[in-house]
């Protein structure tokens, strides 16, 4: 039987969408409503800028990196998921997709090399809002309009979710692009709370949900991967083998 992932029964699946879905209503709230809180600008800066360099240096290790953190355990992975996927990684494997022509809708060829357009995105869209977050919060750049940036932002990251349900847009250039407004979104939407809240504990709650949206685009990630796995004609390669 097909893995509950696929079904998107998998609760891991439903409960990092609904936490996502709540985070991202909750901070359409603290804008619209602001509680009057105003704490100091250089701490909460410094503090809430760190922070959200540090998860996108780490979003660009792992999207650099995809096999080490492959290491650590998944959401919704069955037994026969992990022996599918190590089955896989016997086979010849570059940017962490099976040279499969199913998956030619993941990569981006770039010359001679094989990248993965979802990691690639996420990577340019992390490099870019470093440079946004030093710009903003250590050198003093306001853009104003938090209302606006919050809910362009938020936009940007719901479209980055959802990329991999509509089929139109399954494709390299696609996955590119989405991935990548998607890590912009979030700078634009952190940038509006703090413009519009000024609190270090509203900042550093959106940087904490950053994390759990970006582990809920790789939980979508993986359900796409596994749907396309399931309809490849291998036998080896199929996840309800047995």
């Given at each position: ?81 992990q022996e599918n996927r190590s089955l896989i990684q016997e086979k ?39 440079g946004g977050t030093i710009m903003n919060f250590f050198g003093g ?41 998607f890590v912009a979104g979030c700078f634009l939407m952190l940038v ?51």
């Amino acid at each position: 039987m097909i893995s509950k992932i696929k079904n998107r029964r998998d609760p891991a699946l439903i409960f990092l969408t609904l936490a996502s879905t709540f985070g991202l209503v909750l901070s359409l709230l603290f804008v619209g409503y602001p509680p009057v809180l105003g704490d100091d600008w250089t701490f909460r800066s410094l503090t809430a800028g760190s922070a959200f360099c540090a998860v996108c240096i780490l979003g660009i290790f792992a999207a650099l990196f995809p096999h080490s953190c492959s290491k650590m355990p998944s959401f919704g992975k069955s037994n026969g998921d992990q022996e599918n996927r190590s089955l896989i990684q016997e086979k010849n494997l570059r940017a962490h997709h099976p040279l499969c022509g199913n998956y030619s809708t993941h990569v981006l060829h770039i010359g001679k090399r094989r990248l993965c357009a979802t990691c690639t995105g996420l990577s340019v869209g992390a490099f870019g809002a470093i440079g946004g977050t030093i710009m903003n919060f250590f050198g003093g750049f306001r853009v104003g309009a938090p209302h606006v940036l919050v809910l362009i932002g938020g936009l940007a990251v719901i479209a980055g979710l959802l990329q991999s349900a509509l089929p139109k847009l399954s494709n390299g250039y696609a996955r590119f692009f989405f991935s990548m407004i998607f890590v912009a979104g979030c700078f634009l939407m952190l940038v509006g709370l703090d413009e519009a809240v000024e609190s270090i504990t509203i900042d550093l709650f959106f940087v904490a949900l950053s994390i759990l949206l970006i582990m809920t685009k790789i939980a979508f990630s993986q359900l796409d991967h596994l749907a396309t796995c399931s309809k490849c004609s291998m036998e080896s390669c199929r996840p309800d083998r047995k």
